[in-house]
C-alpha cells in the first residue's frame, strides 16, 4: 500500500527532490525551544536521517515554548523524547542520538560523523561560537539560530548572513568572538530579528536553582509563537537547500 504521510510534500516539491529529502542526513544540535520546531517539521517534511544532539532534560518551565516539553515528559532526555517523536511521525526515519553538551574537546568527533547540513539550534555563547568555528573550518554546511528571546514580532524574523544582523545582542556577541577567530561572517547564515525591543524588567529575571544541582542562570522571557517561527524559518530553508526545489 502506497505510504500517502507525504503525499502533499511530494507533489509540491516534485519526485527527484522528494527522494533528495528521503536521502538527507541532518543534524540538530539543541533540541529546545528553536530546535525543537526544527526537528518537527524536518521529520514532517520526510528527511530520512536525523541525528540529535543534547544533553539535557524536560523541565516545566520549557512547556510554554517547546514542542517537546508536555507534562508527560517532563524529566526525560530531550534527546530521547525527540527521538520517540521523530519515529512515531516517520518510523521510516533513521534517528542517531548523541546526549551529550557540545564543547571543544567532543567537537572532532561530533563532526567527524558525515551530514549533508547541521543546524545550529545552542543558545549557550561558548558552544555556539565553537560549533560554528568548527563548521566553518570544516566547510559543513549549515543554519544557525540566533536569539529569539523578548521578540514579539514575528514579522521581523529575518534569514540572512551574520554580518547582516541587527538588534540580536547573542548575534552581537557571537560576531565578535568570530570575528577574532578570522570566521568568515557574511559565510554564516543565520535566522534573527530586527526588532528593537524595550521590555519591562521583569523580562529578565534568574530561574531557580535546576533540580540536578547545576548553577543558577539568568532567563528571559519568550513567546511560543516567535521562537517557533525561528525554527520553522530554519527548516524551510533546510527543506528547500536539500531537496533542490526552486520556487517558479
Known amino acids: 500500500m502506497e505510504n500517502k504521510s507525504f503525499g502533499r510534500t511530494k507533489?509540491?516539491?516534485?519526485?527527484?527532490?522528494?527522494?533528495?529529502?528521503?536521502?538527507?542526513?541532518?543534524?540538530?544540535?539543541?533540541?529546545?525551544?528553536?530546535?525543537?520546531?526544527?526537528?518537527?517539521?524536518?521529520a514532517r517534511a520526510g528527511v530520512g536521517h536525523l541525528v540529535l544532539v543534547d544533553f539535557d532534560r524536560v523541565e516545566e518551565s520549557n512547556i510554554n515554548r517547546q514542542i517537546l516539553a508536555l507534562t508527560s515528559t517532563v524529566g526525560r532526555k530531550k534527546s530521547?523524547?525527540?527521538?520517540?517523536?521523530?519515529?512515531?511521525?516517520?518510523?521510516?526515519?533513521?534517528?542517531?542520538?548523541?546526549?551529550m553538551f557540545v564543547n571543544a574537546?567532543?567537537?572532532p568527533?561530533?563532526?567527524?560523523?558525515?551530514?549533508?547540513?547541521?543546524?545550529?539550534?545552542?543558545?549557550?555563547?561558548?558552544?555556539?561560537?565553537g560549533l560554528i568555528e568548527a563548521l566553518q573550518q570544516r566547510e559543513i554546511p549549515f543554519i544557525s539560530s540566533m536569539g529569539a528571546a523578548l521578540k514579539t514580532d514575528p514579522s521581523k524574523?529575518?534569514?540572512?548572513?551574520?554580518?547582516?544582523?541587527?538588534?540580536?545582542p547573542l548575534a552581537r556577541f557571537v560576531r565578535k568572538r568570530l570575528k577574532r577567530r578570522g570566521c568568515?561572517?557574511?559565510?554564516?547564515?543565520c535566522v534573527s530579528s530586527d526588532e528593537a525591543v524595550s521590555v519591562?524588567?521583569?523580562a529578565l529575571f534568574m530561574e531557580d536553582k535546576p533540580s540536578d544541582g547545576g548553577r543558577r542562570r539568568h532567563t528571559m522571557g519568550s513567546l511560543p509563537t516567535v521562537t517557533a517561527v525561528f525554527?520553522?524559518?530554519?527548516?524551510?530553508?533546510?527543506?528547500?537547500?536539500?531537496?533542490?526545489?526552486?520556487?517558479?
Open 105 to 107: 574537546d567532543n567537537l
Open 157 to 168: 524574523i529575518r534569514l540572512q548572513t551574520l554580518d547582516q544582523t541587527r538588534n540580536c
Open 184 to 189: 568568515r561572517l557574511d559565510k554564516i547564515v
Open 200 to 202: 519591562p524588567e521583569s
Open 80 to 99: 530521547e523524547v525527540a527521538a520517540a517523536r521523530v519515529r512515531d511521525i516517520n518510523p521510516a526515519c533513521e534517528v542517531t542520538v548523541r546526549d
Open 11 to 42: 507533489a509540491l516539491l516534485g519526485e527527484e527532490n522528494f527522494a533528495r529529502l528521503q536521502n538527507a542526513k541532518v543534524m540538530i544540535v539543541g533540541l529546545g525551544a528553536v530546535g525543537g520546531y526544527a526537528l518537527e517539521a524536518l
Open 109 to 129: 568527533e561530533l563532526l567527524a560523523e558525515p551530514v549533508d547540513l547541521v543546524i545550529d539550534a545552542i543558545d549557550s555563547l561558548n558552544p555556539k561560537c
Open 231 to 248: 525554527g520553522l524559518t530554519i527548516a524551510n530553508e533546510a527543506i528547500l537547500r536539500l531537496s533542490g526545489y526552486k520556487s517558479r
